[in-house]
């Protein structure tokens, strides 16, 4: 499933707006914690200014947890910046992408982030101890 789409119902999924009972998913947004948590710890999110842009760090990870659930691969139409920048998204999404794909997290037909990505083994052992 295209990135920007996956985004997009991530923020949703946050926001609650498409939880039934209009309250946030508790087992989603504590696997999105649990990702965001991993990301850091290898290196993917900079521990630097990490206060000023959890909310970021939260989105991605949402992403991935989102791309998990619907057992879909994160498609990349482009490494354009300004792709991602018009969308609302932020520019630093390739790096993280490419650092994942480096770290094994997320596969990939190349060593960038480009084309589909499919979530990586380590993520998805985590993942399913909390979706089944």
């Known amino acids: 499933m295209n990135i920007f789409e996956l985004d997009t119902i991530a923020v949703n999924r946050l926001a609650s707006t498409n ?3 209009g309250y946030i998913d508790p087992t989603y947004n504590e696997l999105s914690d649990i ?4 990301l850091t710890a ?7 200014r990490a206060m000023l842009n959890g909310h970021l ?3 991605f990870s949402a992403m991935l947890v989102t791309a ?12 354009k910046l300004s792709s ?8 630093q999404y390739i790096k993280w992408l490419d650092h994942m794909v480096k ?8 060593d960038k982030a480009e084309g589909k990505l499919r979530i990586g083994e380590i993520i998805k052992k985590k993942a399913k101890t909390y979706f089944w």
Not at 103 to 110: C, P, R
Request: aromatic share 6%; proline share 4%; hydrophobic share 35%.
């Open 35 to 38: 990702i965001t948590g991993m």
């Open 68 to 79: 998990f659930e619907l057992e879909k691969s994160i498609d990349i139409p482009t490494r």
């Open 19 to 21: 939880h039934t009972s």
């Open 57 to 59: 760090h939260k989105r």
């Open 103 to 110: 770290e094994e997290l997320l596969i990939s037909h190349s």
């Open 42 to 48: 290898v290196g993917v999110f900079p521990t630097v």
């Open 84 to 91: 991602f920048h018009d969308v609302g998204l932020s520019t």
